[in-house]
């Protein structure tokens, strides 16, 4: 049975690596996506 995980993080260049190790791995479950970006307030 795969374990249920949430990544909460910004995808830079360490993260996007950890991100991309996490979806490919079997033990790992993954139930949904959600990406959310961050747009600071331009006034």
């Given at each position: 049975m795969a374990l249920p995980i949430i990544l909460d993080?910004?995808?830079?260049?360490?993260?996007?690596i950890a991100i991309v190790l996490a979806l490919a791995s079997p033990e790992l479950g993954r139930e949904s996506d959600h990406l959310f970006r961050w747009q600071p307030d331009a006034g």
């Amino acid at each position: 049975m795969a374990l249920p995980i949430i990544l909460d993080c910004d995808p830079g260049h360490d993260d996007a690596i950890a991100i991309v190790l996490a979806l490919a791995s079997p033990e790992l479950g993954r139930e949904s996506d959600h990406l959310f970006r961050w747009q600071p307030d331009a006034g």
